[in-house]
């Protein structure tokens, strides 16, 4: 794992704690397991930390956070404007209580749709996550409103993408997002495959974005 602050780890930590007790009321992760979910909560989010370093300044929101990964690790450990964004209103209830107990006063909730996060907020993000949301078509399009221009969307991965990736890199000029890094990793337990992609918003879209609710995941462009 990249050497991290301990002092962010704790916070972490705490998160994770926070989540599998919520998890006994509201279902938000299948992982209950301690340790599996240091490695595939904390250290999994935290993956994406150099590449969200590298990102341009600004605000960042982590798109369908679930139970708040990685969003909640990389607002810690980076300590950027953050934005968790949900569209099931109880998974984001329990997320604003995280958020205070954990005391970070750097991030909010946003319980919506993300094609209507677009729609109130265009081009407020310099930097989005995406863990487990939606194939990489569907991704790039959703991303694409919500992102300045030069903005950054990470996507968290696991190694078996070809098709989708094939089908995100034929709508790059339709989206406007445009692929600039493809890097592969294992995680610690030496088996856990991940692959963190990034695109780039650059210009903009020969569609307009957001297209109505559901039509990017139910009928993505080709
Ligand atoms: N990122 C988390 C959760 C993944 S599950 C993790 O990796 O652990 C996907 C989440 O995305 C769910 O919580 C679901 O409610 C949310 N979601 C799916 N489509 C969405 C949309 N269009 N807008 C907002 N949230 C969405």
Known sequence: ???????????????VDLLIEANKRVNLTRIEDSEEARLLHIEDSLVGLELINQAPEGCYADLGTGGGFPGIPLA????????????????????????????????????????ELAEAKPAAFSVLTARALTALP???????PLLCEGGWLICYKSDDIDEELDAALNIQEKVAMFLISDERLVLS???????????????????????RVGMAQKRPYK
């Open 1 to 15: 794992m990249i050497p991290v602050d301990p002092q962010v780890l704790n916070a972490c930590q705490k998160h």
């Open 138 to 144: 569907s991704l790039i399009e959703l991303a694409s």
């Open 76 to 115: 810690i450990a980076t300590g950027r404007e953050t934005l968790l964004v949900d569209s099931v209103a109880k998974k984001v209830r329990e997320l604003q209580g995280f958020v205070e107990e954990l005391g970070l006063s750097n991030v909010q909730t946003y319980a919506g749709r993300i094609e």
């Open 189 to 211: 337990d030496g088996v856990t495959p991940r692959r963190l992609l990034v695109f780039r918003k650059h210009g903009e879209p020969t569609v307009k974005l957001p297209r």
